[in-house]
């Protein structure tokens, strides 16, 4: 995520802008984004908790920390407004929902998003209350919902992993109005999660790692910790596995 919110700031080189995002138990993506800030820049951070006992448990490291705490900074007890609240100036959004998309959660979606935006949602790939969907996302799915809800959007990519072993399968999806980000993304820029193959001997190592970690029951968070990975580059582990686990299930079924 933090490479492709990089690319975005390089690219479209906004002066006045918001990043809005979720961040639950880490802020670690806030913080690296509020370091990339410069001289002449106007970021404003919009952080949303709904879970007051979670927001009650970080307030106070988000009022110690020297970043967090400052002006255009906002950590707010609440659930995530519609996005088009921010149209205002460009914005890159990180929508991490993990939840189903409802017709509550799709509607704070849509094409109203200023120039030079960047929006990722993170949703459920599997349901196991249909009934609460709309018609339309249990016909074809959240991604081509959603890419047909966002038409005026450019869609950049899609990854699905899970969290855990036996866990809910995700999806994350990217999407933009910036023409000049879709040339660079279109090109190859490492957005997406890492292709793990033997000539890489060094990401090779740390994806055999994070398997061994993910089989042995280790949360996400120690995952992390014990090989020092953001969350992004965690899943993006994750969704390699999932693609050696279908390649190896199509082998098995070859033979």
């Known amino acids: 995520m933090f490479s492709l919110f990089k690319y975005w700031k390089n690219i479209t080189k906004p002066t006045h802008y918001n990043v809005v995002s979720l961040p639950g138990e880490s802020f670690e993506f806030e913080l690296k984004a509020l370091e990339l800030e410069t001289e002449g820049e106007y970021m404003n951070l919009h952080m949303y908790e709904k879970l007051q006992k979670v927001h009650e448990k970080h307030d106070s490291f988000v009022k110690k920390n020297p970043l967090l705490n400052q002006a255009g900074v906002f950590y707010k007890n609440e659930s995530l407004p ?9 914005t890159f959004a990180w929508a991490d929902l993990c939840g189903t998309p409802s017709p509550k ?12 935006s960047v929006l990722v949602i993170t949703f459920a790939n599997r ?11 249990q016909a074809f799915g959240a991604v081509k919902y959603m890419k047909h809800k966002l038409s005026s959007m450019t869609f950049l990519f899609a990854e699905e992993y899970k969290c855990k072993t036996k866990g809910t399968p995700m999806v994350m999806m990217a999407f933009t109005n910036s023409k000049t980000l879709v040339g660079v993304v279109k090109r190859g820029s490492p957005v997406k999660s890492p292709r793990v193959t033997k000539s890489n001997p060094n990401q090779l190592k740390l994806f055999r790692k994070v398997v061994s970690l993910i089989n042995k029951g280790f949360s996400n968070e120690r995952i992390m910790a014990k090989l020092k990975l953001r969350k ?11 693609r050696e686990l279908r390649g190896n299930g199509r082998n098995m079924k070859k033979s």
């Open 82 to 90: 519609p996005l088009s609240a921010f149209a205002y100036a460009p």
């Open 232 to 242: 992004m580059e965690l899943a993006g582990y994750k969704a390699a596995r999932t």
């Open 105 to 116: 959660n799709v509607e704070l979606f849509n094409n109203s998003m200023a120039a030079k």
């Open 127 to 137: 349901f196991r209350r249909p009934a609460g969907l709309d018609a339309a996302v």
